[in-house]
């Protein structure tokens, strides 16, 4: 009997080790200027709401073809880097728990229409 509850106890002590990792959760939303003229402002706005475990240098990937950083003169950051080679935006670290928005402006450098998406890597 002693030898079962010992079984069972160190079951019970070894499961949160052998658990999975927590999976990495930040729903994103975002709003964009909708119309511009080459040479005027626009701005990108991307809210990043953390709903799991910290998350260590934040990118805000770019999942199409078009990237903002490309089509306007960025004139504010807002803080972050950007990453050419990824393509993304490199934003710094995200505690738990935490909300954070970035306010991205620029002029418009190319007419048309495009479209963006973005993933957290």
Request: proline share 7%; hydrophobic share 45%; charged share 15%.
């Amino acid at each position: 009997m002693a030898v079962k509850r010992a079984g069972v106890l160190a079951a019970a002590m070894l499961a949160p080790a052998c658990s999975g990792p927590v999976p990495l959760t930040a729903p994103i939303s975002t709003t964009a200027s909708t119309t511009s003229i080459v040479g005027g402002p626009a701005q990108l706005v991307i809210k990043v709401t953390r709903t799991g475990p910290d998350i260590p240098r934040r990118g805000l990937v770019f999942r199409t073809y078009d990237t903002w950083y490309e089509t306007h003169h960025m004139t504010d950051v807002s803080g972050c880097s950007v990453a050419v080679s990824e393509p993304a935006f490199d934003c710094g670290d995200l505690g738990q728990n935490a909300d954070e928005a970035f306010f991205f402006a620029g002029l418009a450098t190319a007419a048309g229409t495009f479209h963006y998406e973005f993933a957290m890597r």
